[in-house]
């Protein structure tokens, strides 16, 4: 929703009250273009400070003490599940900026202290481009806090002067993670005592994984899946971080992660091996070049183009480190990437299961009265969902799923989900073929009301109670928009708060 007297896109603020207009609040809102090279200032600043702190420390303790935490993480996670995405995500990060800075000198000895206020420095740092991103995607406003002038601006102010504040449209993209497990430490420790015992069923011991077929696994930790397929692709820092497409593209299977832990004493703690004893272990893979295989898992001083899968440190040392718990995480995150085909078919089951059963059970539940599946028999072209009714209004229902694709987080997927909502009650279906947007002319939603408004005495018994009639699209997502030409557009979880 814009502002009603300016036109500005409003903006949701810290207490919670209902979103305003920072137009006419008088705030001082940075021009985009502005607003983006004051963030690129603040992220080189933050580069150079961060490099500095790096190069504090004796590197190759700092490295084993980032994959030791980060194999305790992972160990407490697969126990718990939740995304704690920006924990992890910086764990890895570091330990690629720990090996880029290894040769440079320093002392300062990592523990528990100084390597909270390095990740906590880092996420800072991460934050801050996703801001820059936020603000391109015109899903949030920089506010000035004073006025400033650019070019007379030192570090104090720079850093210091100006907030984010998301704009109205970050609401649904936001709520839409949420549903989907992808959120912060916080909502994670609620989430992990929501799903545990779910969760608990469905994980088994690697031994029984390895004898499930891709299906069975697919759907077994389809939810786990989805989020973090969805998580790891839900924005350009994620996506450049963990690109694994080169793990497929190099035959590495999943399954293959599973044989080079299983024979391992414990997940939680390190296992390290001689770079000879690696290649020996790698053999039960079942792959015979071994040497190539080696330079696709094991990041190092000459390979760090790679993703820190197993870690060997610098050359004197002759180590190669193995995570058990973090590559059994990975062995999770990889699977549905590398079955795509697999996980896009479960997800078509389950969007069918939606419309078809789980909808109509959640309105039955409301005390609603439901029909499927209407097809008109005179025009075999059109074919309604759902009808509801109770009391005195009856819903003309489509329902639609949308799984949280990738680059959720941006304004393109915004308009893209925009567009599909109003397409379904326009009467227009997109798709992409050969990377071009096609346009459907299909049955639209109002035509489907007036034939529900023509037709009602057949279509529904109580017609004599009803009393008006009123289309409505069910999401998965949070949608974007709440009406379009008085169709309500709903979120499935809003279906209780329907008068009926
Ligand atoms: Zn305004």
Not at 181 to 186: A, L, M, Q, S, V
Not at 350 to 369: G, H, S
Not at 482 to 491: A, G, L, R
């Amino acid at each position: 929703m814009t502002c009603e007297i300016c036109g500005n896109k409003k903006m949701i603020t810290d207490t919670g009250e209902l979103p305003i207009c920072p137009k006419c609040s008088g705030l001082r809102i940075v021009d985009k273009k502005l607003a983006i090279l004051i963030a690129e200032a603040q992220i080189k600043w933050l580069e150079n400070k961060f490099d500095d702190y790096i190069r504090k420390f004796d590197k190759k303790r700092l490295l084993i003490w980032l994959l030791d935490a980060r194999e305790k993480f992972s160990r407490q996670f697969v126990d718990n599940p939740s995304i704690m995405l920006s924990k992890f995500f910086a764990y890895n990060v570091l330990i690629k900026e720990v090996m880029r800075l290894y040769d440079t000198d320093g002392s300062e000895i990592a523990d528990e202290k100084n390597t909270e206020h390095l990740i906590s420095t880092f996420s800072d740092f991460v934050n801050i481009r996703n801001r820059r991103n936020l603000i391109k995607e015109e899903l949030g406003y920089c506010i000035a806090k004073e006025d400033f002038d650019i070019y007379k601006m030192d570090h104090k102010t720079l850093m210091a002067n100006f907030e984010f504040v998301p704009s109205e449209d970050w609401l649904p993209i936001l709520e839409t993670l949420k549903q989907n497990d992808i959120t912060d430490e916080k909502s994670a420790t609620e989430y992990m005592q929501k799903h545990k015992m779910e969760y608990e069923k469905a994980r088994a011991t690697p031994q029984k994984t390895e004898y499930r077929t891709p299906e069975e696994t697919i759907r077994i930790f389809y939810r786990f899946f989805e989020s973090s397929r969805a998580a790891i692709h839900k924005n350009e820092i994620f996506v450049e971080t963990f690109n694994f497409e080169y793990l497929k593209n190099n035959g590495v299977k999943p399954e293959m992660f599973l044989k080079l832990t299983n024979v391992l004493p414990q997940r939680g703690l390190l296992v390290s091996k001689s770079r000879q004893q690696f290649r020996i272990h790698l053999k039960r893979t079942g792959r015979k070049d071994i040497l190539n295989l080696y330079d696709t898992l094991v990041f190092g001083p000459n390979n760090k183009d790679v993703f820190p899968l197993f870690v060997e440190l610098d050359k004197k040392e002759d180590i190669v480190f193995i995570s058990p718990a973090f590559i059994f995480l990975i062995y999770l995150i990889y699977y549905p990437i590398y079955y795509h085909d697999l996980f896009a078919a479960e997800t078509q089951r389950l969007a069918k299961k939606f419309e078809k059963e789980d909808i109509p059970k959640m309105f039955r539940k409301n005390r609603f009265n439901v029909i499927n599946n209407i097809v008109d028999k005179k025009k075999s072209k059109l074919e309604i969902d759902t009808l509801a009714w109770g009391g005195n209004v009856l819903y003309v229902i489509e329902t639609k799923v949308w799984g949280i694709k990738s680059y959720y987080e941006t304004k393109q997927r915004h308009l893209n989900i925009e567009r599909d909502i109003m397409g379904i009650i326009d009467g227009e279906k997109y798709r992409v073929k050969n990377k071009v947007l096609v346009v459907e002319k299909v049955p639209s939603l109002l035509s489907k009301i007036t034939y529900v408004k023509e037709n009602l005495a057949e279509l529904c018994s109580d017609y004599k109670h009803i009393k008006e009639i009123k289309g409505l699209v069910v999401t998965r997502i949070f949608p974007p928009i709440n009406t379009y030409k008085d169709v309500k557009i709903i979120n499935f979880s809003d279906i209780e708060k329907l008068n009926g």
